[in-house]
């Protein structure tokens, strides 16, 4: 299948997307302009990766790949955000009281550690089977109807 021939290169752009996204956040709220940097969406970049992995028709063990290389790069800006504010005391976009649930930097550091090795690479796996069914329908669909 050609999608898969070009998924590596696709991937590597996804990736290097979130971290750029990410770095931007990061900036933005050092610099103190926390306001502007809720807008750069390190969740929207992913999420366009689910869709466009999803609808590549890949294999569930590929996928499951693509999951985690979609989240590591996130889990890297997110917890280096959160480990800056551990150490500085300095709050960063990431550890806000809205996305903290006001409990500690080092409890927020391991809880997304934790959450970055296992359910939050399954519910992009889950996303993306989700987007592979649906465009295999589709395309299922629109195939029948050409030759009908």
């Excluded at 500085?88 to 809205?98: M, R, S």
Aim: hydrophobic residues 50%; aromatic residues 12%; contains cysteine.
């Amino acid at each position: 299948m050609n999608g898969k021939r070009n998924s590596k290169g696709a991937i590597a752009g996804f990736m290097a997307s979130i971290v750029l996204v990410g770095l931007a956040r990061v900036g933005l709220t050092v610099a103190g302009s926390g306001e502007i940097s809720k807008y750069a969406s390190m969740t929207v970049v992913i999420l366009l990766g689910c869709i466009y992995f999803g609808a590549l028709g890949l294999s569930w063990k590929e996928l499951v790949k693509v999951s985690y290389l979609l989240i590591l790069p996130y889990m890297a800006v997110e917890l280096g955000g959160i480990g800056y504010t551990w150490a500085t005391g300095k709050t960063t976009i990431f550890h806000v009281p809205q996305y903290s649930f006001g409990m500690p930097a080092d409890l927020h550091f391991l809880g997304h550690l934790v959450g970055g090795l296992t359910w939050q690479p399954l519910s992009l796996f889950i996303v993306m089977l989700i987007v592979r069914a649906v465009s295999s329908r589709w395309i299922s669909w629109r195939g029948g109807a050409k030759s009908g």
